[in-house]
Each structure stands twice: as C-alpha cells, then as structure tokens.
C-alpha cells in the first residue's frame, strides 16, 4: 500500500511542483573550500540542495547576492551571475528543467538507489564478495540474531529510541527526519526486523515485500549508540534481510536512497552488496534534478569533484566523474587504489579527470574513461560531454 501511494503522489507532485514552485530563489554563495581554504564562489538556484554546498565549502559560506525569479527567466539570471561563480547548482523540476532550461548541464540525480538480486546460495555470494564474507562472519561470531515484529507499540519504541536518534547523529545538520505518521504508514505495510543479543534489541529496519521486490526502507540503532554501530549491528540487518527475502522468494532487494556520490559513507557501505544503482523514485527524488555548470573545470571545480565525486545521467543509465587529486603523486598505484575505494557496481561508465598524462603502468579497466583536464578544461558540461561522445565513436 505504501509504495502504491508513493507512486501516486510522485505522479501528482509531477504536476504541482511546476506550478508550486515557478519562482525560483537564486543565491550567489562566498566561502573557503574544502581542498585548499581559498575562498570560491557557489551559485545555488532553485531546491537547496545541502549536500552541494556542505561539500563545497569548509565552513558556512556568507550570501554575496539573492533574487527570487519567475523560472522563465531563470537561465536568463544565471547567465548574467555565471562568471561570478565557480560552480552554478540548479535543483529544479524535470517538466521546468526541459521547458525553461536551453543549455547544457551536468545532469545529477538528487538521489540514487542501490539494489542487489538475492542470492540463491549465501556461501557462494560470500565467496564471490570477500568484504561481504567478513561481514557476514561477524554477525555470526557475535550472535546478533533476528526477531520480526508487526506490533504497534513496538513501531513507537523504534521511533522514539532507534530510527530518530539513529538518524540525527549519523547525518548531522544534513538529517531529515521522517514525521512519525509517513514512517508509521510504512510500517504498516511491512515489518520491523529487529536485531536481537541475549533478549536485547540493539537495532531495527522497517521492510516490505512487494511482489519479488523486499524494500529495505528506514533503519536505526538504539539510541543511536556509536559503539553499536560498529558492532556491526546494522551490518547484521542487511545478512538477515537477504536470508528473509530468500525465505520469501523475493528476486531482488533494494536498499534505499543515498547521495549522488561514490564517495557517500552510507552509499559505499551499501555498494559492497549491490548489484546496481537506479533512480531514486521518491518523491522529490523521482521528479526533481540538480544541473551543475562551471566555466573551468581545473581549480576548484575540479577540488571538488576529487573528495565528491558525483553520480550523473548518462546513456540511459548513470556514470560517475570523479577528478584525480592534484595533492597527490599521479601514479598507476595511486589510481588504483583511488579507483578501487570507488568502484561502482552497475555503472555505465566511470569518468576520471587526470592533471597530467596516464601513468604508463596503469592497466584502464573497460568502464573507466581517463580525461586530461587540460582538454576539457574549458566549455562547460557541453565541452565534457562533447569530448566523451567523440570517445565513444572513436
């Protein structure tokens, strides 16, 4: 039931959102970067998008200028403000996003979804994922066992003591915290999956099936304990989720939303199981979509893209683009191991920025597309782009 109104709304939020939101608050942002403390230039128009500018800027940045525009003149308006700024960001509606918006821009998810098949033998899944295998040991090793639960008073003790605290600590000023009726709807259509030691519950996740779909939806850890954390006591909720959804016959899990960004701690974590990624159909999330534009790439830009790297349309599916760090030695064994941390199950391509030229021992794996910076340095999104599809007919 909850998924089919999910639907239902994200369909009808298709349609107000254009009309709700046709004036556009546009922002010019001054603070420090994160790579180097110098002082750069965001332009955010449209949703605030937090997790852009809390990655882009060490510390709360200072407002330059602000306007609030009809979006039909919003292009306009950031055509007129774009040499001020390093990066322009614009969260908008998709229906907006085709109608008012001519130029050529980085299309990124406002958030992704991870999903993984079920595996019909868990021994040989283990065999195949050597991080996954620890994990699964582990929760073996400590006992953390399972109980599942549909009672009513159970979901406000998850509430209050498990999801809220969980989320607060974990996400910091970047937590958004479900009202207690969406969550309490979700969990009506599904169960709590508890996480049980010596007739203590350290942690639960509300999940629901959906035909062959298991939906791991919101999860929490009692009182948000730091040490529970890396007890694995979430770890332990993905082994017995798996193990249900195969007792179920379910096919596939998806494991909910994350930031646009191989370099999200939640999203890594979530990667050592998936399969593959996909849009994340919530409702903003289905409907809504962050454009990104620079004048150069080198700078800061590119400092950016090295600790957050992001997670874009491409070829029907998604890429990555991430910037090799300009403070390191480019070796084949620094990229690699960069390469490795990133790596993404399902992608259609993984785009690396390079300052210099590639390291005549590194061995390109067939996703990664190596891009001299220098190149592309200049022209925006549409440059990049252009370059890539000249690759790819080469």
Same mark, same amino acid.
């Given at each position: 039931?909850?998924?089919?109104?999910?639907?239902?709304?994200?369909?009808?939020?298709?349609?107000? &959102?254009? $009309?709700?939101? /046709? *004036?556009?608050?546009? !922002? %010019?942002?001054?603070?420090?970067?994160? @790579?180097?403390?110098? =002082?750069?230039?965001?332009?955010?128009?449209?949703?605030?998008?937090?997790?852009?500018?809390?990655?882009?800027?060490?510390?709360?940045?200072?407002?330059?200028?602000? &306007?609030? $525009?009809?979006? /039909? *003149?919003?292009?306009? !308006? %950031?055509?007129?403000?774009?040499?001020? @700024?390093?990066?322009? =960001?614009?969260?908008?509606?998709?229906?907006?996003?085709?109608?008012?918006?001519?130029?050529?821009?980085?299309?990124?998810?406002?958030?992704?979804?991870?999903?993984?098949?079920?595996?019909?033998?868990?021994?040989?899944?283990?065999?195949?994922?050597?991080?996954?295998?620890?994990?699964?040991?582990? =929760?073996?090793?400590?006992?953390?066992?399972?109980?599942?639960?549909?009672?009513?008073?159970?979901?406000?003790?998850?509430?209050?003591?498990?999801?809220?605290?969980?989320?607060?600590?974990?996400?910091?000023?970047?937590?958004?915290?479900?009202?207690?009726?969406?969550?309490?709807?979700?969990?009506?259509?599904?169960?709590?999956?508890?996480?049980?030691?010596?007739?203590?519950?350290?942690?639960?996740?509300?999940?629901?099936?959906?035909?062959?779909?298991?939906?791991?939806?919101?999860?929490?850890?009692?009182?948000?304990?730091?040490?529970?954390?890396?007890?694995?006591?979430?770890?332990?909720?993905?082994?017995?989720?798996?193990?249900?959804?195969?007792?179920?016959?379910?096919?596939?899990?998806?494991?909910?939303?994350?930031?646009?960004?191989?370099?999200?701690?939640?999203?890594?974590?979530?990667?050592?199981?998936?399969?593959?990624?996909?849009?994340?159909?919530?409702?903003?999330?289905?409907?809504?979509?962050?454009?990104?534009?620079?004048?150069?790439?080198?700078?800061?830009?590119?400092?950016?893209?090295?600790?957050?790297?992001?997670?874009?349309?491409?070829?029907?599916?998604?890429?990555?683009?991430?910037?090799?760090?300009?403070?390191?030695?480019?070796?084949?064994?620094?990229?690699?191991?960069?390469?490795?941390?990133?790596?993404?199950?399902?992608?259609?391509?993984?785009?690396?920025?390079?300052?210099?030229?590639?390291?005549?021992?590194?061995?390109?794996?067939?996703?990664?597309?190596?891009?001299?910076?220098?190149?592309?340095?200049?022209?925006?999104?549409?440059?990049?782009?252009?370059?890539?599809?000249?690759?790819?007919?080469?």
């Amino acid at each position: 039931m909850v998924l089919i109104l999910q639907t239902w709304m994200r369909w009808l939020m298709r349609i107000v &959102l254009p $009309v709700s939101r /046709w *004036r556009v608050p546009v !922002v %010019l942002l001054r603070g420090p970067d994160r @790579a180097s403390g110098r =002082v750069v230039h965001l332009l955010s128009a449209g949703w605030s998008y937090d997790f852009i500018r809390e990655r882009f800027f060490a510390s709360e940045p200072a407002v330059v200028r602000t &306007l609030t $525009v009809p979006v /039909w *003149r919003l292009e306009r !308006v %950031l055509g007129e403000w774009r040499a001020q @700024a390093d990066l322009t =960001v614009i969260g908008i509606d998709r229906i907006s996003s085709r109608v008012f918006l001519r130029r050529r821009y980085l299309a990124v998810p406002m958030s992704v979804g991870c999903w993984m098949e079920v595996p019909e033998d868990m021994k040989a899944f283990a065999r195949q994922r050597q991080n996954c295998a620890a994990d699964i040991r582990r =929760v073996r090793i400590r006992k953390l066992d399972v109980h599942f639960s549909r009672d009513e008073e159970d979901f406000d003790l998850f509430y209050d003591r498990y999801y809220k605290p969980h989320v607060s600590r974990r996400h910091g000023s970047l937590a958004v915290v479900g009202a207690r009726a969406r969550i309490r709807l979700i969990f009506k259509s599904g169960m709590l999956l508890w996480i049980v030691r010596d007739g203590e519950r350290l942690a639960a996740s509300i999940e629901i099936v959906r035909g062959t779909d298991y939906h791991r939806m919101v999860n929490g850890v009692m009182d948000g304990r730091a040490d529970l954390l890396a007890e694995g006591v979430l770890t332990a909720t993905y082994v017995h989720s798996i193990e249900k959804a195969r007792e179920l016959g379910c096919t596939r899990i998806h494991m909910g939303g994350n930031e646009p960004s191989p370099h999200d701690g939640v999203f890594r974590y979530k990667n050592k199981w998936a399969t593959g990624i996909s849009l994340n159909d919530s409702i903003l999330g289905g409907n809504c979509i962050l454009l990104l534009d620079w004048n150069q790439l080198a700078g800061p830009v590119a400092d950016f893209l090295s600790h957050t790297s992001l997670f874009h349309h491409d070829m029907g599916g998604f890429s990555a683009l991430w910037s090799f760090p300009h403070s390191e030695p480019l070796t084949a064994e620094n990229l690699e191991r960069h390469y490795r941390r990133l790596k993404t199950h399902g992608l259609h391509s993984f785009h690396i920025l390079l300052p210099g030229g590639v390291p005549v021992d590194f061995v390109c794996p067939t996703e990664v597309h190596l891009i001299p910076l220098p190149v592309v340095n200049t022209g925006g999104p549409e440059g990049l782009t252009s370059y890539l599809r000249g690759k790819r007919r080469a």
